[in-house]
């Protein structure tokens, strides 16, 4: 079975290669048989993949502990769902799911467009194989998922096994991986056609057109990782923590931040043909980015206490991305006379340049958070002295940053291309300012002062919410008057019209929701002690009763378990059972902890285990305010990428708008 | 004036502010790396940087005294009292200890020295016990665990 598996692998890198020299000799050759062989290769790497894929999850459910691989991330008392999650839980797996994951996606891409972009999708079909092959080398050669153990050779089977962490049993981290993979891995595809188009000497903006619903569907997907991330660590952890700058998670979070900033590039290329070079840096370093983040989870290159352990593959991957990069800068520096700008920026005060400042600011987190990553890995090269940076460092330099984008966030959409009067910034920004201004006033007559960033961050969320509203509210208001429906159905109508830009206004609320999430974290409260069963104590306004402390265990884990009565001014609010487990097969300790969600605030407790003389409960009990907008905003976020995929109601009315002539110019492309 | 010239000076203006807050920020958190010798030859010249020790932590010293917590780094694993090169840590941070931090872990400790010669910890990462990465070729990748003072 394992010899079946690692052929597989094997062939499909085989394939991959023959699928690149075919395209390539092919296209230059201007022969379409080679072409056409060269996509069913693609088809039969992603069969081979799959068969491969297939073999190791049958071997994690059936437990075949012959496997290194098998043996080192499942135990046989394990759920069948964590014992499939074990295809991601270590690192030739998650390898083989990267090559996967591509392998699929570049079937799709290649059937989509069998019959379209003739001329350019032998390089895209290229470019996705040399990425494919590079994984799929890995895995054939230098970290194989089929490896045997020495004992399971002579057929004795070793034990059951050492199992998953138990830390990672827990449903958002059944999807976090693959979830971030969809998005990491789904933007090799428009960065394989910006390379298409650039090596075929295709100005325009077909590249963008075709790539946008991927662009867009890859971006939800790794926002819903980082997400997810976050609301595992937050569930699980104890800490009550959702970010901690740790390497690991910066990598995730820089080809979000540079897909971001590419979103909204587009648009002006697509509008006004500016900034086709810097979308084209965009998509590439979004690639880029992709491939390094997997570099950094998987190589140990820095040290992150997601703790992946050191590993050979790193010097790969720098290749990988040194030849990669090398190869795409001299591909655009060598094409520049094609990208050049249809259009001047006109005015400071105007669409244009605050896409530009949206660019630069995100563009400027990318550096911060990736010289902060790299910071010990620079600064031995430099001084020979390994130092990090923490926390303080992202934040000082992220929080004003976060503001400045939120502030965007509610001028961009409202003002006007090319150069906006005074008047009408008047006109669309009066009624917002003044409801942040009052918001600020009455939060810091309550005390928010204290708090600079987090008053001025209410404002602004305020400010931008007002913008969002108005909008919905201008439009919605037309349609009535002229149709004679419900605000509702009006408003319905609006976005359908307009989905993108409708839609994009659902994102910016779902985002304003986040930020009032994370803002919250500057009234946290928190508290820990010793109390022994019967006792009580005081948080913020809450009373917690100790009532109870519990023992059991089962055939995974014993565990102990506090029963605390909340209450607030005598009038109680529920029972929380926060849980403490010692898991057999790992002797791994693990915290449940108990959390109150309610949408002002969530209550908190970890119960850190016995003290030393076993008579006291220790006791971490925090008060997390606002932090459940920070969900309820990432399901507007998903929610509103979905209106923006939805295509527009064709026959716009108001026919002459630019947005229309789009709509058509992207009709054309298509025929 | 031009519109290229007013964006450039926004632009200036802000890299300019951030650079600014980001060479704050450095100062502020940078933690140099040392291993556990360098700390103790250190001395006197230790309790002003603030610094990262790795070591591994050894069995039966972690002491939990309220919500203070010390315990004993080793630079290699399975030592004991005799090893010379070993470090007394003082944890006093708001938050819990990951469930990761017991006997025999890979420990990292983010704090200073303190005259004591006792390493006064504000942050305290742990890896999993070395079991899992015994073999090689068949490392695992082991617990996202993390315990963190928020600042």
Known sequence: MENIGALSILLAFCFAIYAVVASVVGKLKKNSFLIVSAERAVYSVWVLVTTASGLLIYSLLTGDFRLAYVAAHTD?????????????????GSLLLWSWLLATYSTVVVFMNRRKFRDMMPWVTTVLMVTESFFLMLIAFVLSPFAVLEAGRGNIVEGVGQGLNPLLQYWTMVIHPPMLYLGYVGFTVPFAFAMGSLITKQPGDAWIHTTRRWTIVTWLFQSAGILLGQGWAYAVLGWGGYWAWDPVENASLLPWITATAFLHSVMMQEKKGMMKVWNMVLISGTF??????????????????????QSPIGKYFVMFLAVGIAATVILILERLKYLKSEARLESVVSRESSFMFNNL?????????????????????????KISVDAPFFNRINIPIGLALIFLTGIGPLIAWRRSSIESLK????????????????????????HPYALVSFGLCMFVTATIISEFWKGASAIRAKDGVGFLPAAITLTHRNTRRYGGYLVHMGIVFMFIGYTGAAFDVNVTKEIPPGGSFALGHYDLHIANVEQGENDTYAWQRLTV????????????????RLYKASQQPTSEVAIRRRLNEDLYINFAGLSADNKRAVIQAY????????????????????????????????????????????????? | MNTYWKFGAIVAVVIGVLTWLGMGGV????????????????GVHADTERLRVNGYVQ????????????????????????DPERLEVVYNGADPLPDTFKDNAQALADGKLGQDGVFHASKVQAKCASKYEAKPQMKTDATPVRTQARG
């Open chain 2, 59 to 82: 069995q039966g010293s972690i002491v939990r005294d309220g919500a203070k917590v010390s315990f004993i780094l080793h630079e290699t694993p399975g030592m004991l009292q005799n």
């Open chain 1, 565 to 580: 009565d909340a209450s607030r001014n005598g009038s109680p609010l529920g029972v929380l059972y926060p849980e403490r």
């Open chain 1, 361 to 385: 600011i995100l563009v400027a987190s990318c550096f911060a958070v990736l010289w902060g990553t790299m910071f010990p890995v620079i600064s031995e090269a430099l001084t020979g002295e």
């Open chain 1, 288 to 309: 880029f980015l992709c491939i390094f983040g997997t570099f950094l989870t998987r190589s140990g290159v820095v040290s992150s206490v997601h703790a992946f352990a």
């Open chain 1, 427 to 450: 006109r669309a920004f009066m009624m917002p300012s003044i409801a942040a201004v009052v918001l600020m006033g009455v939060l810091a007559g309550f005390g928010v002062w204290e």
């Open chain 1, 76 to 92: 046989s008392s394990m759920k069948m769902i964590y014992k499939f999650t074990a295809w991601w839980g270590g690192q030739q």
């Open chain 2, 27 to 42: 100062n502020e958190s940078k933690t140099y790396y040392k291993e556990i010798k360098e700390v103790k030859a250190m």
């Open chain 1, 623 to 671: 008060v997390f305010p606002l932090v459940s907008w920070i969900w309820i905003g990432f399901w507007v976020l998903a929610f509103g990428t979905i209106v923006c995929l939805i295509p527009n109601k064709v026959r716009l009315s108001y026919a002459r708008t630019q947005v229309v002539g789009v709509a058509e110019k992207h009709a054309a492309v298509e025929r």
